[in-house]
């Protein structure tokens, strides 16, 4: 009786310090979740090629309620990169010595899902890749594009 009492004691005080201290499980990388079109993985500043996402402090208003735009970009990629490392293909540099990448989970553009699903816009002054996932969110009134919303390039000029 003594022995069990003390068994559930220390069973007790492990699952607490569990709940105090959370265990860290290596993914065997090193991700960090920026914002909607910026990752940090293993150490690299890494901003999404072609693409411009809502600023984090964006909101966009529908039925005239306002919603956290940027924070649902950055959620939306949160959700799909999951545990999953991306695959980042480099295709610059830019002024803030960030490397300009396409990233895949899965083989799936993360810029192609973002815009296609309208939280990300096609960033026509550096690039027209993205444009025809762009209009498929605009007609479809997708994301962003079911809203009353500021481009972020516009966004950012006024903040």
Known sequence: MFFNLIKALILFTVSSL???????????????????????????????????APELKQTCKKNNILNKCGKD??????????????????????????????????????????VKNGYAFAYRNYSKKFVSEEDYARINRIGMWSMEFEFPWEFRKKN
């Open 73 to 114: 970009s950055r959620e939306i990629l949160i959700n799909k990169i999951l545990d999953n490392k991306p695959n980042c293909i480099i295709e610059g540099f830019d002024k803030y010595q960030r490397s300009l990448a396409e990233c895949f989970i899965n083989n799936e553009s993360l810029s192609s899902y973002l």
């Open 18 to 52: 569990i709940f105090l201290f959370p265990i860290s499980v290596s993914k065997g990388f090193d991700l960090k979740i920026i914002d909607g079109d910026t990752i940090h993985l293993d150490g690299k500043k890494i901003r999404f090629n072609g693409i411009d």
